[in-house]
Nanobody, 124 residues
Framework: QVQLVESGGGSVQAGGSLRLSCAAS????????MGWFRQARGKEREGVAG???????IYRDSVKGRFTISKDNAKNTLYLQMNSPNPEDTGMYYC??????????????????WGQGTHVTVSA
């Protein structure tokens, strides 16, 4: 049974930093492509960042240079380092996983497993 549990959300001022974590159980993150998604109130879910089994990463344009996705295989955990967030980054953040190599990392429909989410509020 694959489980993903996000943590690290909260309130942060614009320009600050926050690190989200996604602890995985039931599988090893090294063998899974994983991603971070977010959904703001009244908006559709969107892909934020993804990392494949080879460690290659991809980001949506609005977070490039500010957010960093990474995996710690030893801790079986996915991270999203959020630097210089702005109020537009506010929303519920979810991690997702798909076994094996996957290229469409920012497309939510391709993922098999999802966490429950952690909320991030960025104040101006």
């Amino acid at each position: 049974q694959v489980q993903l549990v996000e943590s690290g959300g909260g309130s942060v001022q614009a320009g600050g930093s926050l690190r989200l974590s996604c602890a995985a159980s039931g599988h090893t993150v090294s063998g899974y492509s994983m991603g971070w998604f977010r959904q703001a109130r009244g908006k559709e879910r969107e892909g934020v960042a993804g990392i494949d089994t080879a460690g290659r990463t991809i980001y949506r344009d609005s977070v490039k240079g500010r957010f960093t996705i990474s995996k710690d295989n030893a801790k079986n955990t996915l991270y999203l380092q959020m630097n210089s967030p702005n109020p537009e980054d506010t929303g519920m953040y979810y991690c997702a996983a798909k076994e094996g190599f996957w290229t469409l990392l920012l497309e939510g429909w391709g993922y098999n497993y999802w966490g429950q989410g952690t909320h991030v509020t960025v104040s101006a």
